[in-house]
């Protein structure tokens, strides 16, 4: 029933040769890749103001209360963050040519840098991904609400629900959510281009002042007209926030395989047009927000719906479809990760660094244990900040920046290395973003720091311990199996010790089982806790006149493992058969009922499992 | 470490045979078996008070306001409950004296009634032992918290730690709690009658009116100012909080066997004593709350710490004497449960309608799971009522009245099959015993419905049907496992089948043990991705030299589970041996590593477990 429930909801099994039928197109290679970055236009500017207008700083920040100056930094941070971009996508066009296997930064900093340099990078952008599930549907549903009037209480279970239903269709596999998902993508960037056509029309031609009190909440009224001064901290704060808006850059050369053939050139395409599309968007979104000022307040906050609000005149069919096209974006931003987490925690594993389950693909030839894992991150990091964007932002560029830094400065060591042709041109671009991004990094994390950012400062060495002690066992262990020189097979000769407690069929059956064995030795070993069950169970012996030796030992404590080790102990000492085999008879019911049983059996049979040359065997006795 | 751990905390494991050693003298078995009962001097007459000034009735109930005509029922009832007392007193000493073997309303109800009710009863006390120690350990805190003025948030963290503590305790033994716990005891009952003897002395020779307005909060002031009038619902429900103060009193005929010899004699004398403190103690506290008229408000009204602050005079040594005393005595009442509750549900295991691992004594005489579970679900009780006694109060009293209706329904019994000497006395006080607690329980579970009496009268039932659904399950096994009539044991034969994924010395071990095993035929079988695996494994194989036969399963859906499964039935339809031996190679690391191992072969073994006439042998491979 299980199974069914599971073809049902997941899809029937893929096999591993059709594979390359799952390849993606540039047309629903866009959507599926760069819908993360281009999805951060719609909170990306938002962001910058809360931290201008002094509110969402935590508890750690100054109310600077900055009035109508703080929307003055607007456009030079919305510009600076555009060069940025430019550097970023120009370093990672070098990547996805050098790399087209795919990888991305992690792949990128193991050829080039070594082991722990590539774990800071997969750590970095692990922690990344699933921030950007967490951000970009609490994102989405700030929208769904902007648009609606729900209240904030609602903003946690709604993401999850979001959550779940996406996991479901990335259980799915990758190209029918790929299809899915397409259009909104489309959807949002001609709503979004409207929208700032529109906007310029009515602010350079109509000439419309800033949108006026009446529409805003009395806070953002409050936070709208204080006035203060900016201090150089507070702008690189602010200028942390927009560098959110880079997040999802790299997804395109982590996800290369994916695309159809010529895979490189068609994912080099494809980041072009997701940084022409994001760039002049962001621009022009921060643009319009820096003339026509919307603040709607800490928890409310979606300037996008305000500015839509405004210009269409109210809350028509327009500004509906800017937000649901809005939340259908940042939906699809949060399913990015879904492609990317994965496949790069599937790659970590792959290394040895993480556990080997992250490595199998599931029946749709989806890597389900990544997915799965993604998710439930997720919905604990939207319950713990309680859905709310402007607490989840100072988490996350620190992980995007350190991917970049790291991928970045690989590059120049491959550069170096290989010395392809046009080689110093690449080193020269690669050498610029591995500096720029490892300085924003710093910045991020420095001005962020008690607002959030510390949380990722502190788990990515964390985890890049963890892979590495993971790294370590498995090697370990690979070394320790290995077959030895000069390896000859021997005969073991082998002692059975048959448990039992009463008599019945259960028992008689682990008998007739150990005695086809054909052991060398076998003897029953019983466990009792006073002189009247040990006459009893000889009686029973008699009775069913069973051949072999019945041994007991008593246990004053009413223990079963101790007096069964000891037991085990003496036979090694008298004797040198080469192993110990242990029967044991053990009751099976139906699955709902099966922990009624053999709850003690269990306790020994864990403890056995450490012992040396000792295997046990369960006889399993069919009871319903 | 963790073995040294539990010494260190638990203590030295006890052996069976000191078991006698561990019997109580009346002296220490008073407060191990009445604290419980005597404790509810300390909230009972506080709790009538509660209903009656109209507060803590939840959401359902009118808030009456009775004012000063609110004081008049209070020694009416009181009077009642003691007489019920007496009533109830009288029928228990029959039993004790029919049932010296200990076992209570569940014993007496399984001889008399039968299985059903016997279950109910069982349940009804298991309920009511749980309320015991929530009920107890808030209201001890709330004494400490009456004496100290610490905020109803700290209510909750108190009341979890006392409840670990205690557990602790109780997991070292019996002996040891009682001994710990005695003193306590008699602390309270001498601070009770100090407490009864001044406030007799001030009241009736100085002739003190009611406390005055300046001692009582506004809340309180209010409530007891107010003006309105009784109605029979009300005083109903009065009634249920104050026959709280019967619950413990079967305490000791549940405990009979753990008295020194003649248990039973010892046992009936304690019980007595038990009801003459109880009883007098209760009364005369009522008599005095009448007269002073104390009232301290919801969530901060320990009454007797306000007597003890007027009469003396103030927050002084006696007061908090008399407050430590309260908290003590609290605590040693929940302690009565753990004495109970672990006793009760072994005996209810042994009969087979609970798991058996509650019949399972640990290293110190303790059912030690017992103990544990009690802890857990009065933890989860403190916490979802916030640690408030009124709250939980309205719980308590139902499974309490239903555990003496069964009792004393099944002594009629008793009396009317067995016709002993003067049986027609004893049937006499066991009817009026079971017709009065009988309507009681009608009582309390109507008029506290909404407050609360649903909860236990929705889960006795269901509790029933559990352990009658685990009594069904155990029999069902234990006649499957019956050994048919005519035995005779069968000489097995046997195909081993070696699961094999690449070529290791855990897969060369698990071979030689399966040769070892003398079987007729063997195989080694290996679940391949792709053709490439599959050549490099028979390339293995040929390099190693081994002597079965390899057969590939080639899986395109990447499962392990189902090509298994599916060779398995193959092999089944083609040879007639009895039984398939599946081994299986499993890497053994440390305890804290071992889950990055064998996952897949983990979920194998649990579907191979339902397989007919399969057995599974992991071979263990050390590495670490």
Redesign the interface.
Known sequence: MLQSLKRLVIGR?????DEGHQRLRKIIALPVFASDAISSTAYATDEILVVLLGVGGGAGATKLGVGTKAWGPIIPIAIIVCILMVIVVLSYRQTIHAYPSGGGSYIVSKENLGTIPSLIAGSSLLVDYILTVAVSVAGGVLAIRTATGLSHKWAVPICLVCILMMTLANLRGLKESGSLFAGPTYFYIVMLLLLIATGFYRIFVQHVGPIPDSLLSEEAKAARDHVGSLGLFLLLRAFSSGAVALSGVEAVSNGVPAFKKPEAKNAAATLVWMGVILGSCFLSVSIIAAKLKPYRGEHDGNGLGLVAEYIYHGKGILFWMTMIATFSILILAANTAYADFPRLSSIIAKDGFL???FA????RLVYSNGVIFLASVACVLIVAFSGDISKLIPLYAFGVFMGFTFSQAGMVRHHIKLKEPHWRVGLTINFIGAVTTGVIALIVVVSKFKQGAWIPALLIPFMVFFFYS?GK??Q??KK?????EG?K??????YVVVLVGK????V?EA???A????PERIIALSVV??PEEERHLHEQWDR?D??IELHTVSS????LTRPVMGFLDEIDQERDDD?I?VVIPE???KVT?Q???N??ALALKARL??R?H???????????
Chains 1, 2 share one sequence.
């Open positions: 099994p893929i096999a591993t040769a556990p080997h389950q199998n693909r599931g029946d993971i066992h498995y370990r262990v320790s199996l290995e077959v030895p390896y097979p021997v005969r073991h000769t082998h008599v019945n069929r259960g008689l008998i007739n089982y005695r086809s064995l054909s806790q006073d069913y069973i051949q004053p404590y009413r223990e192993i085999t009751s099976v019911t009922s922990w009624l049983h709850q003690s499992l450490y040396p000792t295997v046990v065997v369960s006889v399993p006795v069919h009871v319903d």
